[in-house]
Structures are given as C-alpha cells and as structure tokens.
C-alpha cells in the first residue's frame, strides 16, 4: 500500500493553477476540492489533472458551507448534493467527500439522509464517502459507529480533530470505537486536534508532541484496516486551514504560522510515520 498526499484548496490563494504548481514542487499526488460550478473553471480543473496525472477528490457540502443551514429540510441537503454531484462528475474524481446532514437531526433522519445519498451517488457513477465533522451528522464518534452499524456499507472520511473538541478529550478513551468503524475508512483528513479546538497552534511545537501521536496512533489503526483490505493507496490531506482554526495574536490578529507550511510539514511527517509503520 502507498500513500498519497493530497493538497486542500481550504485556505489556499492564488489561483487552481497556482496550487497545482504548488502541490508538484512539494511532492504530493492530488487536490482536493469543491466542484468548480461553470462548464469553463470544470475544463480546466480536468486539464489540470489529467495533464499532470492527479488524483482529484471532490469536495461536497450539502445545504450550505462548512456549517449546515441549520432549519434545511432533508430534501434541500439531497437536492444540494445532486447539484454539486454532477458538478464533480464532470471532473472524474476518484472519490467524493461530503460534509452531510445535520448534527441537530434525530439519528433516523441521517440514516435516510445517508442511504439515498450513497444511491444518488451511484446513480452518477460515483464513490462517495462522508466526513467526520462538526455541525454535521457525523459530528461524535458514538453516533458515527451506530449510524456504520446501520450502514454498513457506508465510507467515511475520518477528521479525528473534530471529534477532540466535540468530546473534549482526545480519541485513546475511544479506540474502541475507532476500531469499530476503522473498516469503513476511505480518506484521512490529517489535522491535528487538542482537547479545546479542532487545530492546535502549531504541531510542530514540543508542547503539542502529544496530541500529534496521538493523532498518529488512529491514523494507524485506519491504516492497518486499509493494507488488510489490500488497498492499492491510502489518501491523506493534510488539513490545517483558516476561518479561526488557525491560531491569532490578540489584537493585531497576526496568525501564529503560516498555512501552507504547516500542510507541507504535515506532509513530510505523515510521509515518514508512513514509512515508519511498514518498515
């Protein structure tokens, strides 16, 4: 099994073109992304990635951003995802990742939501594989693992730092649960998460070691699962991003680091834990 690094288009600037080049000279395989919605910006995403031979995974968020509207009916999500659906499948991604539901919604109303939007995605020749993230339906562990039981055959991308603040601790008081969906696992989001938010300062700082290996103890486990399903590829996009999960000074707002180096880090260390693992 080998792993490829995908870039997040979350907090990036400059243009698609601009972090393709980007990716390239920091030796990563793939782009993540939203759908871009005009026939115009899908061509040349596509050109993009079949010129330099990328992989693509599609971003998807139903009934609004990161954050779901919060009185959007069930229908509006699906109806919201068939549009973007049909966005991403003009691009040919190897797999979609989407940020569903609600996390106010009683666990039948996400079991529906989930069962015809994995028909839907089939419908559109499509493999789709949902986030564990706040706002959302897979915002705690416990109800991720009972919505599996029910799902099956559901795929999962799994962003551990989201359940650390949801839960206020991190994930070791849960590895029974993390195994249990571990066979479920499609895409790793890597960030790195601490007991009171979903980003630490910086994970390269000594004073944050801890929640980095620990992050890295799940990341394993997922892994694991992935060789003994004999994946060919394990995908992983290094995710620290904006909008107040990056860390400011008071008062002048200075950011505490810069993004795209922490990705870059992250890469490099995800690459040697990698190897590490299989060594």
């Not at 995908?235 to 000074?249: A, C, I, Q, R, S």
Request: charged share 20%.
């Amino acid at each position: 099994m080998k792993l490829q690094i995908i870039k997040t288009m979350w907090g990036a600037t400059g243009t698609t073109t601009d972090a393709v080049e980007q990716l390239l000279l920091a030796g990563m395989q793939g782009l993540e992304a939203p759908a871009p919605e005009t026939t115009a910006e899908q061509h040349l995403l596509a050109g993009l990635i079949q010129k330099n031979n990328l992989v693509y995974i599609a971003e998807i968020t139903t009934a609004g951003s990161y954050v779901p509207e919060r009185r959007a009916s069930l229908q509006q999500h699906l109806d919201s995802l068939e549009t973007k659906l049909i966005n991403s499948a003009a691009i040919n991604p190897l797999f979609v990742t989407c940020l569903g539901g609600c996390d106010a919604w009683p666990e039948n109303q996400s079991i529906e939501f989930f069962q015809r939007a994995i028909e839907m995605a089939e419908q559109f020749g499509l493999k789709i594989s949902f986030e564990t993230h706040r706002g959302r339906s897979l915002f705690n562990p416990w109800v991720t693992q009972r919505i599996v039981e029910q799902i099956p055959q559901i795929l999962l991308t799994v962003d551990f730092s989201h359940w650390c603040v949801v839960c206020e601790r991190l994930m070791d008081t849960e590895l029974d649960t993390i195994n249990a969906i571990a066979n479920n696992v499609q895409h790793i989001h890597a960030r790195v998460g601490y007991e009171q938010g979903p980003q630490v300062a910086d994970p390269r700082a000594p004073e944050y070691e801890y929640a980095l290996r620990a992050h890295q103890r799940w990341w394993q486990i997922i892994w694991q699962s992935q060789r003994q399903r004999q994946f060919s590829h394990t995908t992983m996009t290094p995710e620290f991003g904006p909008d107040g999960y990056l860390h400011e000074l008071p008062y002048s707002k200075r950011p505490v680091a810069d993004l795209w180096q922490l990705n870059q880090w992250m890469a490099d260390e995800e690459r040697n834990h990698f190897e590490t693992c299989w060594a």
